[in-house]
């Protein structure tokens, strides 16, 4: 039981910092999962979507995910989109058998993200 109060006082201490998120790759599965838990949990006041398209959610938990559309051939142009956010996860690609193994070494290596980062808390997921 305790464990339990110190995780809820855990996400009640974040929630209050007032943390903003982006995720790139939010509709493949890795990304849509996460994007749901972090809905779900509450845990951030902003949370971005940042992709290659605009996408539609018809529930009304989605209602105040805000989304940017870039193009990941030109990402320098769109910094702007990830400023404003203290944490971002990369969820980017594709599975091994939808792809291929040559289409997932491609992925994995042409997207230079450090540029738009700055000093942010990022993970890929």
């Given at each position: 039981?305790?464990?339990?109060?110190?995780?809820?006082?855990?996400?009640?201490?974040?929630?209050?910092?007032?943390?903003?998120?982006?995720?790139?790759?939010?509709?493949?599965?890795?990304?849509?999962?996460?994007?749901?838990?972090?809905?779900?949990?509450?845990?951030?006041?902003?949370?971005?979507?940042?992709?290659?398209?605009?996408?539609t959610f018809?529930?009304?938990?989605?209602?105040?995910?805000?989304q940017e559309?870039?193009?990941?051939?030109?990402?320098?142009?769109?910094?702007?989109?990830?400023?404003?956010?203290?944490?971002?996860?990369?969820c980017l690609?594709?599975?091994?058998?939808?792809?291929?193994?040559?289409?997932?070494?491609?992925?994995?290596?042409?997207?230079?993200?450090?540029?738009?980062?700055?000093?942010?808390?990022?993970?890929?997921?």
């Amino acid at each position: 039981m305790a464990e339990t109060e110190a995780l809820s006082k855990l996400r009640e201490d974040f929630r209050m910092q007032n943390k903003s998120v982006f995720i790139l790759g939010a509709s493949g599965e890795t990304g849509r999962v996460l994007l749901k838990e972090i809905l779900e949990q509450g845990l951030f006041s902003k949370v971005t979507l940042i992709g290659r398209r605009k996408l539609t959610f018809d529930e009304e938990a989605y209602k105040n995910v805000n989304q940017e559309v870039v193009d990941f051939e030109k990402l320098d142009d769109y910094a702007s989109a990830f400023q404003g956010h203290d944490v971002g996860f990369c969820c980017l690609g594709t599975t091994r058998v939808k792809a291929g193994a040559i289409c997932i070494s491609v992925l994995e290596h042409s997207w230079d993200l450090s540029s738009v980062m700055g000093t942010m808390d990022y993970r890929e997921v």
